[in-house]
Nanobody, 118 residues
Framework: QVQLVESGGGLVQAGGSLRLSCAAS????????MGWFRQTPGKERAFVAH???????????DYADSVKGRFTISRDNAKNTVYLQMNSLKPEDTAVYYC????????WGQGTQVTVSS
C-alpha cells in the first residue's frame, strides 16, 4: 500500500517562501511522474508542477503558467520524496496542496494547507 504524506504547509505573508515535502512509503516511486496540484473551495483541483524522467539521463520539469519562475519542483529518489519550493508567494496561491504520483497506478496525498496573507 503506497502512502503519500505531505508536510510543510502553513501561513506565510505575501512575498514569503514555503517548502512542501511529499514522502512516499510502500514502494519506490522513482519511475513515477511526481507532481503537485492545488485546490480552493468550489474549484477543481488544478495542476501546479510535475517532474518526470526524460529518458535522457535527466528529469524534466513542467509548471503551470501561474507559478513559473516562482516555484521549483525537485525529487530525491533515495528518500522517495518530492519537494515544492515556493517563493514570492501571492495571496492567490492560497489553497490545499496535494502530492500526486502517476504511474501504473495513481496515488494522492491527503493535502496540506497553504495560506498566503496580503
Amino acid at each position: 500500500q503506497v502512502q503519500l504524506v505531505e508536510s510543510g504547509g502553513g501561513l506565510v505573508q505575501a512575498g514569503g517562501s514555503l517548502r512542501l515535502s511529499c514522502a512516499a512509503s510502500g514502494r519506490s516511486l522513482s519511475s513515477y511522474v511526481m507532481g503537485w496540484f492545488r485546490q480552493t473551495p468550489g474549484k477543481e483541483r488544478a495542476f501546479v508542477a510535475h517532474i518526470r524522467w526524460s529518458g535522457a539521463g535527466t528529469y524534466y520539469e513542467d509548471y503551470a503558467d501561474s507559478v513559473k519562475g516562482r516555484f521549483t519542483i525537485s525529487r530525491d529518489n533515495a528518500k522517495n520524496t518530492v519537494y515544492l519550493q515556493m517563493n514570492s508567494l501571492k495571496p492567490e496561491d492560497t489553497a490545499v496542496y496535494y502530492c500526486n504520483a502517476r504511474g501504473a497506478v495513481e496515488y494522492w496525498g491527503q493535502g496540506t494547507q497553504v495560506t498566503v496573507s496580503s
